[in-house]
């Protein structure tokens, strides 16, 4: 089975500044990869995704992603914050089979001050 | 295109009472997960419906909680007797594919609270 273990429980850091919010996973074969980004008393929103293909992967609000097989990471970036970047960030690994289920990290908490 | 809905968005019961939360995924999306989210850590899969058939429940703790999705739409998940440990983010995601996941879409969660 696949698990995910995210490196850092929080993460503080000046607006502007450029953030890594890191993730590990664990799997004896190929996988799909996510981020997901929770903002205070809301559900997941897609931040991107990696399916197959590039490993450098876009997502949504300047983020973006690399796949590394040999270092089973998937580590997200972003070069220059902002204050409303602040909430939840969850990395998640499901099967490219099967039954399909998403099994996710502990999250990081991203804490942006002005 | 509307998104998953929950209800309600927040429950505060007492110990050994009973709660129902409910699910309306996104139109035509075959696949529902319902998912407990316990403050500080990640989402954990409970239940995992394609249509209405169970896919996966080997993580739903049977002796008290059920969830059934009629008719392959909405889905319904219920806690009997509610324990405190049961205080959670209840969320209900979808997704179209019936085979690899490539994406979910999660609703706001239910927010429980038992005392």
């Known amino acids: 089975a696949q698990s995910v273990t995210q490196l850092d429980s929080q993460v503080p850091v000046f607006e502007e500044a450029p953030v890594e919010l890191r993730c590990n996973y664990s799997s004896s074969v190929s996988v799909y990869l996510f981020w997901y980004v929770q903002y205070p008393n809301q559900g997941l929103q897609l931040l991107l995704k990696?399916?197959?293909?590039?490993?450098l992967v876009k997502g949504i609000n300047g983020f973006e992603a690399e796949f590394n097989k040999s270092q089973t990471s998937f580590h997200l970036r972003k070069p220059s914050v902002h204050i409303s970047d602040t909430a939840e960030y969850f990395c998640a690994v499901s099967p490219p089979w099967g039954n399909n289920d998403m099994r996710f990290g502990a999250g990081t908490r991203l804490t942006v001050k002005p | 295109e509307a998104g998953v809905a929950q209800s309600p968005r927040y429950k505060i019961i007492e110990k050994r009472q009973s709660v129902a939360f409910w699910c309306n995924p996104i139109?035509?999306?075959?696949?529902l997960y319902w998912y407990q989210q316990i403050l500080g850590q990640g989402p954990k899969l409970l239940i995992q419906f394609q249509n209405n058939g169970v896919v996966d429940d080997s993580q739903l703790p049977k002796d008290r909680f059920s969830a059934e999705r009629l008719k392959g739409v909405d889905s319904t998940l219920k806690i009997q007797p509610a324990k405190l440990e049961d205080s959670a983010v209840y969320l209900c995601?979808?997704?179209?594919?019936?085979?690899?996941?490539?994406?979910?879409?999660f609703g706001q969660g239910t927010r429980l609270t038992v005392v």
């Open positions: 995601a979808s997704s179209p594919a019936t085979g690899a996941l490539t994406e979910a879409f």
């Open positions: 139109s035509g999306h075959a696949t």
């Open positions: 990696y399916l197959s293909g590039s490993t």
